[in-house]
Protein backbone atom coordinates (compact mmCIF):
# COMPACT_ATOMS: atom_id res chain seq x y z
CA UNK A 1 0.00 0.00 0.00
CA UNK A 2 1.65 3.13 -0.67
CA UNK A 3 1.95 5.57 1.89
CA UNK A 4 1.16 9.58 1.97
CA UNK A 5 3.32 11.32 -1.11
CA UNK A 6 4.22 15.05 -1.05
CA UNK A 7 4.81 16.82 -4.53
CA UNK A 8 7.15 18.61 -4.81
CA UNK A 9 10.11 17.42 -2.59
CA UNK A 10 11.62 21.03 -2.79
CA UNK A 11 10.96 24.10 -3.61
CA UNK A 12 13.27 27.46 -3.83
CA UNK A 13 11.04 30.33 -4.99
CA UNK A 14 11.20 33.92 -4.69
CA UNK A 15 9.57 36.73 -2.13
CA UNK A 16 5.57 37.65 -3.50
CA UNK A 17 5.85 34.72 -5.72
CA UNK A 18 3.41 31.31 -5.37
CA UNK A 19 3.89 28.11 -4.20
CA UNK A 20 1.33 25.28 -4.39
CA UNK A 21 2.11 22.09 -2.43
CA UNK A 22 0.54 18.85 -3.37
CA UNK A 23 -0.40 15.84 -1.09
CA UNK A 24 -1.51 12.56 -1.68
CA UNK A 25 -3.41 11.23 1.52
CA UNK A 26 -3.44 7.40 1.79
CA UNK A 27 -6.26 6.09 -0.16
CA UNK A 28 -9.36 5.55 1.86
CA UNK A 29 -8.42 8.20 4.26
CA UNK A 30 -10.59 10.71 5.31
CA UNK A 31 -8.61 12.86 6.99
CA UNK A 32 -5.80 15.09 6.06
CA UNK A 33 -3.84 17.14 7.92
CA UNK A 34 -1.14 19.48 6.92
CA UNK A 35 2.06 20.92 9.29
CA UNK A 36 4.84 22.59 9.16
CA UNK A 37 8.04 22.69 10.74
CA UNK A 38 9.74 26.38 11.16
CA UNK A 39 13.14 26.50 11.02
CA UNK A 40 14.20 24.79 14.07
CA UNK A 41 11.05 25.36 15.45
CA UNK A 42 8.48 22.77 16.59
CA UNK A 43 5.95 21.53 14.06
CA UNK A 44 2.69 23.53 13.83
CA UNK A 45 -0.61 22.11 12.96
CA UNK A 46 -1.88 24.14 10.36
CA UNK A 47 -5.35 22.47 9.31
CA UNK A 48 -7.51 19.43 9.11
CA UNK A 49 -9.46 18.30 6.60
CA UNK A 50 -12.48 15.19 7.05
CA UNK A 51 -12.96 14.84 3.28
CA UNK A 52 -13.44 17.91 1.30
CA UNK A 53 -14.40 19.50 4.16
CA UNK A 54 -12.10 21.92 6.55
CA UNK A 55 -12.59 20.48 9.94
CA UNK A 56 -10.41 22.82 11.78
CA UNK A 57 -8.12 25.75 10.11
CA UNK A 58 -6.90 27.39 13.45
CA UNK A 59 -3.25 26.72 12.51
CA UNK A 60 -3.37 28.75 9.24
CA UNK A 61 -1.42 31.75 9.85
CA UNK A 62 -2.42 34.27 8.08
CA UNK A 63 -4.97 34.55 4.60
CA UNK A 64 -1.93 34.12 2.01
CA UNK A 65 -2.18 30.11 3.08
CA UNK A 66 -4.97 28.09 1.17
CA UNK A 67 -5.72 25.33 1.51
CA UNK A 68 -8.44 22.96 -0.80
CA UNK A 69 -9.63 18.99 -1.01
CA UNK A 70 -11.30 19.62 -3.67
CA UNK A 71 -13.50 16.11 -4.30
CA UNK A 72 -12.13 14.51 -1.08
CA UNK A 73 -8.39 13.14 -2.36
CA UNK A 74 -5.74 14.47 -2.59
CA UNK A 75 -5.17 18.33 -1.35
CA UNK A 76 -2.96 21.45 -2.22
CA UNK A 77 -1.60 24.14 0.06
CA UNK A 78 -1.31 27.50 -2.19
CA UNK A 79 1.11 30.24 -0.11
CA UNK A 80 0.22 33.14 -2.41
CA UNK A 81 2.56 35.57 -2.08
CA UNK A 82 5.47 34.06 -0.55
CA UNK A 83 6.90 35.74 2.12
CA UNK A 84 10.71 34.65 4.07
CA UNK A 85 9.33 33.48 6.78
CA UNK A 86 7.11 31.22 4.87
CA UNK A 87 10.36 28.45 4.46
CA UNK A 88 10.16 25.66 6.88
CA UNK A 89 9.32 22.30 5.89
CA UNK A 90 5.58 21.31 5.28
CA UNK A 91 4.14 17.60 6.21
CA UNK A 92 0.87 16.38 5.68
CA UNK A 93 -0.41 12.96 7.23
CA UNK A 94 -3.36 11.33 6.94
CA UNK A 95 -5.87 8.62 9.14
CA UNK A 96 -8.86 6.80 8.41
CA UNK A 97 -10.47 7.81 11.06
CA UNK A 98 -10.57 11.28 13.51
CA UNK A 99 -10.21 10.86 17.06
CA UNK A 100 -6.32 10.99 17.31
CA UNK A 101 -5.96 7.49 15.55
CA UNK A 102 -2.72 7.82 14.15
CA UNK A 103 -0.97 9.77 11.13
CA UNK A 104 0.68 9.05 8.83
CA UNK A 105 3.26 11.43 7.46
CA UNK A 106 4.26 11.53 4.14
CA UNK A 107 7.84 12.74 3.41
CA UNK A 108 7.50 16.70 3.45
CA UNK A 109 8.25 19.52 1.02
CA UNK A 110 10.97 21.37 1.77
CA UNK A 111 9.83 25.43 1.23
CA UNK A 112 12.67 28.20 0.43
CA UNK A 113 11.47 31.43 -0.11
CA UNK A 114 14.40 33.79 -1.06
CA UNK B 1 1.67 27.59 24.80
CA UNK B 2 4.16 24.89 23.11
CA UNK B 3 2.91 21.23 23.47
CA UNK B 4 4.91 18.03 23.95
CA UNK B 5 8.91 19.72 24.85
CA UNK B 6 11.17 17.25 24.47
CA UNK B 7 14.45 16.98 26.40
CA UNK B 8 17.51 16.76 25.84
CA UNK B 9 17.40 18.95 22.57
CA UNK B 10 20.18 16.60 21.71
CA UNK B 11 21.84 13.05 22.60
CA UNK B 12 24.61 11.51 21.69
CA UNK B 13 25.68 7.67 22.74
CA UNK B 14 27.53 4.99 21.76
CA UNK B 15 26.00 1.85 20.00
CA UNK B 16 24.87 -0.82 22.16
CA UNK B 17 23.60 2.01 25.48
CA UNK B 18 20.30 3.04 25.86
CA UNK B 19 18.90 6.38 25.13
CA UNK B 20 16.37 8.12 27.14
CA UNK B 21 14.70 10.84 25.76
CA UNK B 22 11.60 13.00 27.87
CA UNK B 23 9.14 14.86 26.88
CA UNK B 24 6.58 17.10 29.25
CA UNK B 25 3.47 19.08 28.06
CA UNK B 26 0.70 21.15 29.23
CA UNK B 27 -3.00 20.04 28.84
CA UNK B 28 -4.92 17.18 29.46
CA UNK B 29 -4.53 15.06 26.56
CA UNK B 30 -6.18 11.49 25.14
CA UNK B 31 -3.16 10.25 23.99
CA UNK B 32 0.91 10.75 23.40
CA UNK B 33 2.89 9.72 20.11
CA UNK B 34 6.25 9.27 19.50
CA UNK B 35 7.42 10.16 15.53
CA UNK B 36 10.91 9.74 14.31
CA UNK B 37 12.31 11.27 11.09
CA UNK B 38 15.70 10.41 9.66
CA UNK B 39 17.01 13.61 8.56
CA UNK B 40 15.61 14.79 4.97
CA UNK B 41 12.75 12.01 5.35
CA UNK B 42 9.26 12.47 6.86
CA UNK B 43 7.82 11.66 10.19
CA UNK B 44 7.53 7.65 10.70
CA UNK B 45 4.95 6.49 13.77
CA UNK B 46 6.57 4.97 16.51
CA UNK B 47 4.25 4.39 19.47
CA UNK B 48 0.85 6.02 20.73
CA UNK B 49 -0.02 5.56 24.28
CA UNK B 50 -3.25 6.62 25.58
CA UNK B 51 -4.07 8.60 28.70
CA UNK B 52 -5.07 5.43 30.76
CA UNK B 53 -2.15 3.46 29.86
CA UNK B 54 1.30 3.83 32.07
CA UNK B 55 3.40 1.91 29.96
CA UNK B 56 3.81 0.35 26.56
CA UNK B 57 6.74 -1.95 24.84
CA UNK B 58 7.08 -1.93 20.92
CA UNK B 59 10.31 -3.72 19.81
CA UNK B 60 13.49 -2.02 21.77
CA UNK B 61 11.20 0.69 22.71
CA UNK B 62 9.64 1.48 25.74
CA UNK B 63 7.08 4.47 26.24
CA UNK B 64 6.14 5.31 29.66
CA UNK B 65 3.12 7.67 30.50
CA UNK B 66 2.70 9.90 33.67
CA UNK B 67 -0.13 12.12 33.40
CA UNK B 68 0.12 13.68 36.98
CA UNK B 69 3.19 14.73 35.74
CA UNK B 70 2.33 15.37 32.47
CA UNK B 71 5.26 13.71 31.15
CA UNK B 72 6.55 10.60 28.61
CA UNK B 73 9.71 9.05 28.47
CA UNK B 74 10.99 7.14 24.87
CA UNK B 75 13.77 4.54 25.85
CA UNK B 76 15.80 3.05 23.01
CA UNK B 77 17.60 0.26 24.56
CA UNK B 78 20.78 -1.62 22.62
CA UNK B 79 20.86 1.56 20.48
CA UNK B 80 22.00 1.26 16.69
CA UNK B 81 23.44 3.76 14.21
CA UNK B 82 20.51 3.46 12.36
CA UNK B 83 18.57 5.05 15.05
CA UNK B 84 19.98 8.24 14.72
CA UNK B 85 17.17 10.32 14.46
CA UNK B 86 15.36 13.24 15.27
CA UNK B 87 12.56 12.11 17.96
CA UNK B 88 10.01 13.94 18.68
CA UNK B 89 6.51 13.35 20.95
CA UNK B 90 2.96 14.40 19.90
CA UNK B 91 0.07 14.97 22.07
CA UNK B 92 -3.27 15.19 20.87
CA UNK B 93 -5.67 16.69 23.44
CA UNK B 94 -8.85 15.82 24.57
CA UNK B 95 -10.87 19.29 22.88
CA UNK B 96 -9.48 18.24 19.15
CA UNK B 97 -8.06 16.18 16.38
CA UNK B 98 -5.01 17.81 16.00
CA UNK B 99 -1.27 17.17 17.29
CA UNK B 100 1.17 19.31 18.89
CA UNK B 101 4.74 18.62 18.54
CA UNK B 102 7.83 19.23 20.04
CA UNK B 103 10.75 20.42 19.14
CA UNK B 104 12.17 17.21 19.07
CA UNK B 105 15.46 15.30 20.23
CA UNK B 106 18.45 15.02 18.56
CA UNK B 107 19.97 11.33 18.70
CA UNK B 108 23.01 10.89 17.44
CA UNK B 109 24.41 6.78 17.72
CA UNK B 110 28.28 6.44 17.07
CA UNK B 111 29.09 3.11 15.90
Known amino acids: EAGVTQFPSHSVIEKGQTVTLRCDPISGHDNLYWYRRVMGKEIKFLLH????????ESGMPNNRFLAERTGGTYSTLKVQPAELEDSGVYFC????????????FGPGTRLLVL | SQQGEEDPQALSIQEGENATMNCSYK?????LQWYRQNSGRGLVHLIL?????REKHSGRLRVTLDTSKKSSSLLITASRAADTASYFC???????????FGAGTRLTVKP
Open chain 2, 27 to 31: TSINN
Open chain 1, 93 to 104: ASSQLANHETQY
Open chain 2, 49 to 53: IRSNE
Open chain 1, 49 to 56: FVKESKQD
Open chain 2, 90 to 100: ATAPYNNNDMR
